[in-house]
């Protein structure tokens, strides 16, 4: 790969006259690469890729999915994927996103500051919202190192929340905290929506606090909304999760 200045030398000694042969022994380059660089074939800067494109064979079903539905969350899209094979991370789902302007453009959001964001109505006892947040530089005495967690449990209808730290988003801890915010808030709601981190449902698949498609074993439970829903207003509200059933011995 030439950097921005081997390419600008590179140019410049071809302007001078000097053969693809000279300049690559010059420059310590193949032949091959020097020719590509003039021809502009490769762009300084920019590795060129070993192999195929990984990301382009799902490129036909991003782009349907995200005109269906253009506020679609990157997260939610890439749980769909990954049933699908797709081998990339999420920042590279996000990157070509972005470099390849496969979302569309919703003129309704260009405004959005100007009116409310939430925008789905919620029946009291619907649902509950749950989110892991990330505390840096708690107290030293606590002993829990540089980050504590924070797990928050709000109700969509109120608006009413509560929240538990922890030193830890592990299982027996986000157990304790369900149980905590749950007892805070007044009861179970008929659904739970978790975030897109801690609580992502694929990856507890396995543990005993999931059984896909299932019914709950034991205790009580929450049913995650299916993807049928569609995303609304901001907040983590009406945005489509795998469904499944989450189990929390609670007693």
């Keep these: 790969m030439l950097t921005w200045e081997d390419d600008v030398e590179v140019h410049a000694l071809r302007r001078r006259g000097w053969t693809i042969s000279a300049i690559a022994r010059h420059t310590g380059r193949d032949r091959k690469t020097i020719a590509d660089y003039l021809s502009g074939k490769r762009t300084p800067g920019v590795r060129a890729r070993p192999g195929p494109d990984p ?3 799902f490129v036909d079903y991003v782009t349907a999915r995200l005109t269906e539905d253009p506020h679609l ?4 899209l890439l749980d769909e994927l990954e049933q699908l ?4 991370s999420y920042q590279s789902l996000t990157r070509n996103i972005r470099e390849r302007n496969l979302r569309p453009v ?3 959001c260009r405004t959005a500051t100007q009116r409310p964001n939430a925008v789905i109505p919620h029946a009291a006892g619907d649902e509950t919202q749950w989110d892991w947040l990330e505390l840096p530089d708690p107290p030293t005495s606590w002993g829990w190192g540089k980050t504590a967690h924070l797990l928050v449990g709000s109700l969509a209808h109120s608006g009413k929340w509560r929240a538990v730290l922890a030193p830890s988003e592990d299982q027996p801890h986000l157990v304790a905290g369900l149980d905590r915010v749950t007892r805070g808030l007044g009861g179970l709601t008929r659904g739970w929506r978790p975030d897109g981190h801690g609580l992502r449902p694929r990856q507890w698949k396995g543990e005993r606090l999931v059984r896909w498609g299932g019914q709950a074993l034991r205790g009580v439970g929450g049913d995650l909304p299916g993807p049928a829903r569609q995303p609304q207003g901001r907040g983590g509200e009406g945005q489509s999760h795998r469904g499944a059933t989450l189990v929390a011995h609670l007693g």
């Design 73 to 76: 969350w990157a997260r939610t």
């Design 85 to 88: 094979g797709f081998p990339l």
């Design 106 to 108: 919703c003129e309704a």
């Design 55 to 57: 990301f382009e064979p």
